[in-house]
């Protein structure tokens, strides 16, 4: 059965419908060579197919929400008024005998609904893209530049606004920060534990007396070879990097009843090259905790105050981006980061995980054993509401929704070990809400705040005059009562006129 066929084509600068008459889908699903053959060339093209009509887009933000609505599968209302009056209308009693080919199987289903018969067929999609290969020449008003200019143009606006870029709530370096500390503790763990090792054969004793990898690069430097260090002359130095004199006094003790061997002077410069790493790997690492910190505070406050930096910042970088874990409900949030035991668990009809990487968290450290299923539930709520607080809320917080679900979550903590009741969610949200209405900023335009002005000072004048004409009644009152000892009779209004 043959019947007219509308080519719907979208462009960088405008919608453009083509027509195609009498074409028979059935009987060409897929386009003979001949005819794909006849479409390469410009003279032919005009021959089969005809430009029908053609929309272009006014304005960059007509051409950017029209793009934005194609991509999300949606029939805008200027795509529909431009549909509706450049094809045949549709009696309700009759079938149509044209159908409108479309490329995009969700902009075709949206078209679908708003009431236009729409056709996916291969021939359709073939024809589409011959229509687009000879737009330029089709349509007279619009050159090849222009095209050029106009999908550079919208491309950068569409990818902006994808992007959605803000200064200030931006979640990459989060994301970013988090994986090279992540890197970093790697490396640094594995350097000292090798300074641990290789120091350990001529200082076998300092490894029991000073745990922390850190202090005991910084002591390995200081040292050196046992033998050459003066521990009385050196002893400020030694307590100041020991942390104080008592570790001090008991490493100059062990140095001097040491098992440890001797070692030559390359060795001990191998040594100090893997501390030098460790010392500059940790103050990288130091630095970094600062630099996320400072930008949790400003792209997810609440969350920070929360459950802390690091944590929020492993959820954030595992869920890929804040909009992304603000759409997790509670009970993702809650097993983030244990999807294997999750899928395990459910593979085998196992128990499955209680948490993931809230785990890290203080409060299911302090938590009872019998709790903390219990307390990473209500955790993982609690990360859900500040996660979207930080990320839908029209202005910043400074963290104060998070440091009263904080205190929440200590509350419900202490109930789970005493049995004290908590405060109620509605009563601490009021709290929190009053406040952070007392911290959000007030911005007024100069014209506004000077009639606000304005305004006040004359209530303020207003109010003045009632209060001294009031005054100025009871002070009558009270002189007239002092006269006279019976009481002031109340006039009528008659009596006050004559």
């Keep these: 059965m043959s019947m007219d066929l509308y080519l719907l084509l979208e462009t960088a600068s405008g919608y453009a419908l083509f027509l195609r008459k009498e074409f028979d889908e059935l009987g060409q699903a897929s386009l003979d060579n001949s005819v794909l053959q006849q479409l390469e060339e410009a003279k032919s093209f005009k021959k089969l197919i005809e430009l029908k009509s053609f929309h272009p887009f006014l304005t960059a933000e007509e051409a950017l929400a029209e793009i934005s ?7 805008s209302e200027v795509l529909q008024e431009f549909l509706s009056t450049n094809v045949p209308k549709v ?23 708003a009431g236009f018969p729409v056709t996916l067929a291969q021939s359709a999609k073939e024809l589409i893209r011959a229509c687009r290969t000879h737009f330029a020449k089709a349509v007279a008003t619009i050159t090849e530049a222009d095209l050029d200019r106009a999908r550079c143009g919208l491309g ?7 992007l959605k870029f803000d200064t200030n709530r931006q979640d990459k370096p989060i994301i970013n920060a988090i994986a090279v500390i992540d890197g970093l503790d790697k490396n640094i763990n594995t350097f000292a534990m090798r300074v641990r090792e290789w120091y350990g054969w001529h200082f076998p004793e300092l490894a029991k007396i000073v745990t922390d990898n850190i202090v005991y690069a910084r002591l390995s430097k200081l040292i050196g070879i046992r033998d050459e260090f003066d521990f009385d002359s050196s002893r400020d130095s030694l307590a100041e990097v020991a942390g104080s004199e008592e570790i001090a006094d008991e490493i100059k003790k062990a140095a001097m009843h040491t098992m440890g061997q001797d070692m030559e002077e390359s060795d001990m410069k191998n040594i100090h090259h893997f501390a030098d790493q460790v010392i500059k790997l940790s103050d990288m690492r130091s630095h970094l905790n600062k630099y996320l910190k400072n930008k949790m505070d400003v792209v997810a406050p609440n969350l920070a105050a929360l459950i802390g930096e690091t944590v929020g910042a492993r959820l954030i970088s595992h869920a890929g981006s804040l909009t992304n874990l603000a759409k997790y409900p509670a009970s993702t949030i809650q097993i983030l980061g244990a999807e294997k035991a999750l899928f395990r668990a459910l593979k085998s009809k196992g128990n499955t995980p209680k948490y993931g990487l809230i785990f890290h968290s203080s409060f ?11 307390i990473s539930r209500y955790l993982a709520n609690k990360c859900s509401l500040a996660t979207r607080i930080d990320c839908f809320a029209d202005s910043q917080s400074s963290g104060i929704f998070g440091s009263h679900m904080r205190d929440q979550v200590e509350e419900r903590l202490e109930y789970l ?4 009741k908590p405060q109620r969610n509605i009563e601490v949200m009021r ?6 209405a007392e911290f959000a900023p007030v911005e007024e335009s100069p014209k506004k705040s000077k009639k606000a002005k304005k305004a006040a000072a004359e209530q303020e004048d207003e109010v003045m005059e009632e209060e001294v004409a009031v005054s100025e009644k009871k002070k009558k009152k009270n002189k007239r009562a002092d006269d006279e000892d019976e009481e002031i009779p109340v006039k009528s209004k008659k009596s006050k006129k004559e």
């Design 69 to 75: 609505a194609i991509s999300g599968g949606d029939c």
């Design 91 to 113: 009696k309700k009693s009759k079938e149509a005998n044209f159908k409108i080919g479309i490329q995009d199987p969700k902009l075709a289903e949206a078209v679908k609904e």
């Design 364 to 374: 299911i450290g302090r938590a009872q054993p019998q709790s903390k299923g219990r």
């Design 156 to 162: 950068h606006a569409f990818s902006r606004n994808k």
């Design 417 to 420: 070990q005493t049995g004290k």
């Design 431 to 436: 709290v929190a809400a009053a406040e952070a």
